[in-house]
């Protein structure tokens, strides 16, 4: 294993020019290996009645050779080009079921013998589970019997899952899903020789879009697209497949709630060379059974014009979706404003409805002030409509009566107030099957669920009653405040019983049964044990302090094991952050997080060091807030940004924990982007890790983040906000990752390359690593292990250890 990670190391240096006998690989602390390459717990599914579990196992990380797979990277997608699916994906490798209230676990019998499924899906009666099994050359749909607890494979041909979703039920005996059409070792191959030059030409057409990865590129791009995301849709009852309509390249099937038509939405040429498949030009339809188009609803542009600036949109339909408390109608949405929210108009976005047999005109159902979010269909008198403005953070939810088309606001907020969330309403199936609003109290009040629970005590779930006609919302059970607990799974709202999943800091999460009306003691239904035995007693604090312009912050502070600060005295600090933005103070100042909550490790997490000897203070708040009406928040970004990092700084020196001339500052993505700034603006720390971060905002001209202005409307921000415009002032050591194949808008390698160079340039100090075959989050084994030891050095040498 040392000598695989070796090559890989030394490819990396290689890569870099830098002499592979520079230095010498390592595998991190015991410890934290240990708890990296633990067994995760398995995931829980429950059927509606809470009579059977499925438990689905899978393993830790994939190693670097499976990420390393053939893979093609084109139309803003990665293709496993030997099975038509999407690679990099997560895979479930073992089922087994329970009885909910019985302890056997009983193993599922018949699964492939390398399983490597996903899609889970539990039939309409939830009498059966469907999965996909992704084979090396093929994916295969698999039905397991929950009674015999015996999966089968039920498909004739390979599934071609791409686009449009896996497979979806029509009834216990039927399924949905697309083929494919031919072998992948048919597909074209790439010509040593190009068809010719690759050309985009423009003529007067605006076109602002945000930066996206993996898009088409050549003329052979398209061809290979093509071939193989063009699929037949397929109707396999009891087993037998019978085809629907002819092949084509779909991107949405939805059958109606009576099960009798399909929505669909197919993609046609010319493919876009600017944005991904899911914004290609595209027909949406109604299709019956046999494939016969009933009706076209629209033609639909390629998403290359979409305007710039939150809530604008194109001035075409949008929201396709079927009305879940009816048979067969359809519903969309069309800007009333030609797109742009800025242009004056009483209303901005209008829903209409088209009934079976799809005939005549759509009727209008309402209208709203806002951009149109969602609907949840309840009954022929009720239903919850959703509005917002992403720019204003600001949401509404209307009541709407369908037999009237009356609508009545329940209630305004803004999005990132937190404390007064009313959380989502608890739904249940109608006679077609389908999820739509949980009336109680004779059909008075809405069951509201929130899984979170903000408030000043920190996160505390809740589930409540809220009151159609008073517009006031009753708790009727909170979580208890020392641990953390929130309602899964409603079994019975008659008898308000439920599931729940409960945890605190030393009890790993568990799921229990709940009675709120008998009010008789939790029984409990899983017992998962412990998988970080190596974090048992370190403590966890939700530490709370101002910034010197009275904003509120709070951090997750984590300290070792038998650490006393009287006797100890103050240890070096590793900070973990992510900005984000507020239109106002109070939001900005709410406590989010519990401190009740246990501590669970990902590949990216900081908490790892406190098993070294580090306090950890994770989840530091970096509110960025627009400080008056006509202001936005990034317009005195770095200022603020310093603010918070002194204010968290100054807490733990005063806490006597920190030791103020040991911190680093560390941070994925925009977290990245926010430990360049602090290192370039501030002498706070010692040292910085900016993982697969985006350093020059001139590359993300049409928006970053929650920024929608562009870099021609507001260039001297853009080179402001950009740390590259700053590399001459990067004298604290900084460690640049990168994952060789990022995939997430904007933060393209090249960021990370240009970024060490300018550092180097200027003589910083700083090293530059290259994760082979990772995407913008990591998976690969030995790269995540390789990962933590570089972070690990870089701590102990210029943190921990500094002059």
Not at 271 to 295: H, R, W
Not at 299 to 314: A, K, R, T, Y
Not at 492 to 519: C, H, V
Not at 756 to 781: C, D, F, M, N
Request: include cysteine.
């Amino acid at each position: 294993m040392k000598q695989i990670l070796m090559v890989f190391v030394g490819f990396c240096l290689t890569f870099l020019g830098i002499a592979q006998d520079a230095f010498q690989y390592q595998q991190p602390p015991k410890l934290m290996a240990e708890m990296l390459l633990a067994k995760p717990t398995p995931a829980v599914s429950f059927d509606d009645k809470a009579n059977w579990m499925l438990l689905s196992e899978r393993n830790s990380y994939p190693s670097v050779e499976e990420l390393g797979q053939p893979e093609a990277r084109i139309a803003g997608m990665r293709i496993n080009p030997n099975n038509f699916s999407l690679s990099r994906q997560t895979f479930i490798n073992n089922f087994k079921l329970r009885r909910v209230n019985q302890e056997n676990e009983l193993q599922v019998k018949g699964l492939p013998t390398s399983l490597l499924a996903s899609s889970v899906s539990w039939s309409p009666s939830q009498t059966k589970i469907a999965f996909l099994q992704n084979n090396a050359d093929a994916v295969d749909l698999y039905v397991i019997d929950v009674a015999t607890q015996t999966a089968k494979k039920i498909n004739k041909r390979p599934l071609n899952t791409l686009m449009g979703g896996a497979y979806s039920w029509l009834d216990d005996n039927t399924l949905i899903y697309k083929t494919t059409l031919q072998p992948a070792s048919a597909a074209p191959k790439r010509p040593i020789t190009p068809m010719g030059p690759s050309i985009q030409e423009n003529y007067g057409k605006a076109a602002p879009i945000r930066t996206y990865q993996d898009l088409m590129k050549t003329p052979y791009d398209e061809q290979l697209f093509s071939f193989m995301a063009t699929a037949q849709l397929v109707m396999n009852k009891n087993g037998a497949e019978t085809n629907i309509g002819k092949p084509n390249i779909y991107t949405t099937i939805s059958a109606s709630p009576d099960k009798q038509y399909l929505m669909i939405r197919t993609l046609r040429k010319p493919f876009s060379y600017l944005v991904p498949a899911q914004l290609f030009a595209s027909t949406v339809s109604i299709i019956d059974l046999n494939g016969k188009e009933l009706k076209k609803l629209a033609d639909l542009p390629s998403g290359e014009g979409s305007p710039s600036g939150f809530d604008n949109v194109q001035n075409v339909p949008r929201s396709f979706d079927w009305r879940d408390d009816e048979a067969a109608t359809i519903t969309w949405c069309m800007p009333l404003d030609s797109g742009m929210i800025a242009k004056k108009a009483e209303f901005h976005d209008a829903v209409y409805a088209l009934k079976a047999p799809f005939q005549g005109e759509a009727t209008e159902l309402f209208k709203t002030t806002m951009r149109f979010r969602g609907v949840s269909w309840g009954t022929s008198e009720l239903a919850l409509v959703m509005e917002g403005l992403t720019g204003k953070q600001v949401a509404r939810m209307h009541r709407f009566n369908p037999s009237t088309g009356s609508l009545e606001m329940l209630m305004q907020r803004n999005t990132t107030d937190a404390y007064n969330n009313p959380g989502s309403p608890v739904t249940t199936k109608n006679q077609f099957g389908r999820q739509v609003l949980l009336l109680v109290d004779n059909g008075t009040k809405l069951l509201m669920n929130n899984t979170t629970g903000s408030s000043p005590n920190g996160d505390l779930p809740f589930l409540a009653k809220f009151d159609l006609q008073t517009k006031q919302q009753e708790i009727i059970w909170r979580c208890t405040p020392g641990q953390f607990e929130f309602i899964s799974d409603v079994v019975d709202a008659k008898t308000m019983t439920f599931i729940s999943r409960k945890e605190t800091q030393t009890s790993t999460p568990n799921y229990f049964m709940k009675d709120l009306l008998k009010k008789i003691a939790d029984r409990p239904i899983t017992k998962f044990t412990n998988p970080y035995p190596q974090l048992e007693g370190i403590t966890k604090e939700k530490i709370k302090y101002k910034r010197a312009d009275g904003v509120d912050l709070t951090g997750d502070l984590y300290l070792p094991k038998g650490y006393n600060a009287a006797k100890d005295g103050p240890l070096p600090v590793f900070m973990w952050a992510y900005p984000r933005e507020f239109n106002n103070a109070a939001d900005a100042a709410q406590v989010r997080g519990s401190k009740d909550r246990f501590t669970n490790i990902s590949w990216g997490s900081p908490i790892f060091w406190v098993t070294q000897g580090y306090a950890v203070l994770d989840n530091a708040e970096m509110p960025i807030v627009a400080t008056s009406s006509d202001k936005k928040p990034n317009d005195n970004f770095i200022e603020q940004l310093k603010l918070n990092a002194e204010a968290a700084v100054q807490k733990l020196v005063d806490m006597g924990v920190g030791d103020k001339n040991r911190m680093a500052v560390g941070g994925h993505s925009y977290g990245a982007f926010m430990t360049a700034h602090l290192l370039s603006h501030t002498n706070l720390f010692k040292a910085g890790i900016a993982r697969s971060g985006a350093y020059n905002r001139s590359l993300t001209p049409f928006g970053f983040q929650n920024e929608d202005r562009t870099y021609w409307q507001a260039s001297q921000l853009y080179f402001d906000m950009s740390p590259f415009s700053y590399a001459n002032k990067v004298k604290t050591p900084i460690l640049l990752i990168h994952g060789e194949m990022d995939d997430n808008q904007g933060t393209f390698p090249i960021q990370s390359e240009r970024y060490y160079s300018a550092i180097k340039g200027h003589g910083g100090t700083s090293r530059y690593v290259v994760l082979p075959y990772e995407a913008h989050g990591y998976r690969g084994r030995e790269n995540v292990l390789h990962m933590l030891w570089e972070q690990h050095q870089w701590l102990e040498k210029y943190v921990k250890n500094a002059k």
